[in-house]
């Protein structure tokens, strides 16, 4: 791989992201594959990808983007171009204003939140519509805090607290039930819906069903979610979007680190300048153990076989990886090595594009990454620094 001859040769400084545009490109083949074959739309979720620099290159595979706020909403309508949905639990008044200019769909959780801002959005010529809540939980119980469908949920409207003579000027239904999910999980909430909502759906003009269809992800059935497109569409006679988050940049980007310390206390611990908390924080979160780049370059930490986790004692060095913050718990995990690491060792952390620059912070004044590109000829350009102003900026 092009990119461990560029970082063995100190490019770009350390931490960094670096977006592998090969890969990506790749990602938004697979998913225009599937609007071309059955026209449905997809959207890229900016909650998990904000990368604005590529937007532009993404914009010519994708509709446009979904937004969770004004902020967001206005990036891609900018960055992009092409179609701007926007949903939010609550809207702040001093913003709604804003995401009018912005938004072309807006999606609202509530009638009462309808009531209060939907006749400015029908004024402004926008096409508004309502989140359902299938009640259909489809996540394993260690996802539970990502699952919509869990009892007493706030995302969506459920089938006892729907009211059907208020629908008077909303064209679609918008549900998001899933997080890193095949289609089988999909279809299943499909039946939820149609069950507790199908009367309603031949009023409406179009179906939105929401993030976490995992379709750029090897052995994803692809043909299983297009039955579930051409169904609700060849049934209703609805215009289908998807808003993947996590498939439009699945294993497509970099954590590139380096090895500042090695201390010993019952083991081998190495401090890198890389935090969970501050650049990755998903492993606490979910939590998860990130993946190590698995091919050998000099001066370059390696892993057993492309893409894959080492575990503890599976190779002769083993190393608990932890970041340089006062966070006890700052840990990204254990390893092991075929030789021990030394200081200035760089470590790379994969599928680290989504869910990490859209989530970081500079907690401990610690520095946030660069932000880089992986070019299809093998070069890495450095789209963004970072430094003391941006740190202090938030304070």
């Known amino acids: 791989m092009n990119i461990l001859t560029e970082i063995s040769r100190g490019e770009p400084c350390s931490p960094a ?30 909650k998990a990808f904000s990368m604005y620099s590529l937007y532009p290159f993404i914009g010519k595979y994708l509709t446009g983007t979904c937004a969770s706020g004004l902020h967001e909403a206005r990036l891609g309508h900018e960055e992009m171009g092409g179609e701007t949905h926007v949903y939010s639990p ?33 004024l402004a010529g926008k096409k508004c519509g309502l989140r359902i809540n299938p009640e259909c939980s489809t996540q394993q119980k260690e996802h539970a805090k990502y699952d919509p469908c869990a009892p007493f949920s706030r995302l969506g409207i459920t089938q006892a607290n729907f009211e059907p003579d208020k629908l008077d000027g909303i064209t679609g239904l918008h549900f998001h039930t899933l997080c890193e999910q095949d289609a089988d999980a999909l279809e299943t909430t499909l039946d939820a819906a149609e069950e507790k909502f199908g009367k309603y759906l031949k009023q409406m003009e179009w179906l939105n069903f929401g993030g976490g269809h995992h379709i750029t992800r090897p052995g994803y059935d692809i043909g299983k979610l297009e039955n579930c497109i051409n169904r609700m569409r060849d049934k209703y006679g609805l215009e289908i979007y998807l ?9 497509a980007g970099y954590l590139v680190s ?60 083993t190393y608990r990886l932890g970041g340089p913050t006062c966070l006890a718990g700052d840990i990204i995990g254990d390893y092991s090595f075929d030789e021990p690491l030394k200081i200035g060792d ?22 946030l990454p660069s932000i880089a590109v992986l ?18 900026g938030r304070l």
């Open 17 to 46: 992201y670096i977006v592998d545009r090969p890969h990506l490109r790749k990602n938004l083949e697979t998913l225009k594959s599937v609007m071309d074959s059955t026209g449905c739309k997809i959207l890229l979720a900016q």
């Open 90 to 122: 609550a809207y702040k008044e001093s913003e709604f204003c804003g995401i009018l200019k912005y938004a072309d769909h807006i999606v609202f959780n509530s009638f009462p939140q309808w009531e209060r801002f939907g006749k400015a959005a029908l």
């Open 243 to 251: 808003e993947p988050g996590e498939a439009v940049v699945l294993n």
């Open 258 to 317: 380096t090895v500042l310390e090695i201390i010993h206390n019952g083991m081998d611990i190495a401090v890198l300048d890389a935090s969970a908390a501050c650049h990755m924080p998903d492993v606490l979160e979910m939590p998860y153990h990130p993946e190590i780049i698995g091919e050998g370059s000099p001066g370059l930490v390696v892993a057993t076989g492309n893409y894959s986790p080492v575990q503890p004692g599976e190779k002769p060095y």
């Open 346 to 367: 760089k470590v790379i952390f994969t599928d680290m594009a989504l869910y990490t620059i859209v989530k970081n912070n500079t907690f401990n004044g610690v520095n």
């Open 375 to 392: 070019h299809e000829d093998g070069t890495v350009e450095t789209v963004r620094e970072f430094g003391y102003a941006d740190f202090k």
